[in-house]
Nanobody, 125 residues
Framework: QVQLVESGGGLVQAGGSLRLTCAAS????????IAWFRQAPGKEREFVSS????????NYGESVKGRFTISRDNAVNSVYLQMNSLKPEDTAVYYC??????????????????WGQGTQVTVSS
């Protein structure tokens, strides 16, 4: 089992940047694929980005391609989401999630077994 804790959210102006961190507990963190999803008020949960256990596979949602970058450091049990050129429509609670099938970098929420509590990102216009 793995426990996930997100951090790095906050309030930023449009065009600004934030870096989110997903910190995980558990000795087998490096076996898991990790993803970021987000959910805005009144909207469905949306896929943002995912990375396979070794980082070889990375996927991005269409709305964040070219602006967000996912990375991981298995030595410190962490996955990062660098968010640049932020827009007001990026405002949401961001969640990280872990997939026991670490090789696939899935894009569907049902593929993920463990979830963090989320961190709020607010982008002002």
């Amino acid at each position: 089992q793995v426990q996930l804790v997100e951090s790095g959210g906050g309030l930023v102006q449009a065009g600004g940047s934030l870096r989110l961190t997903c910190a995980a507990s558990g000795r087998t963190f490096s076996n898991y694929g990790i993803a970021w999803f987000r959910q805005a008020p009144g909207k469905e949960r949306e896929f943002v980005s995912s990375i396979s256990w070794g980082g070889a596979r990375r996927n991005y949602g269409e709305s964040v391609k070219g602006r967000f970058t996912i990375s991981r450091d298995n030595a410190v049990n962490s996955v990062y989401l660098q968010m640049n050129s932020l827009k007001p429509e990026d405002t949401a609670v961001y969640y990280c999630a872990a997939d026991r099938q670490g090789s696939r970098a899935g894009v569907l929420s049902l593929q993920y077994d463990y979830w963090g509590q989320g961190t709020q990102v607010t982008v002002s216009s």
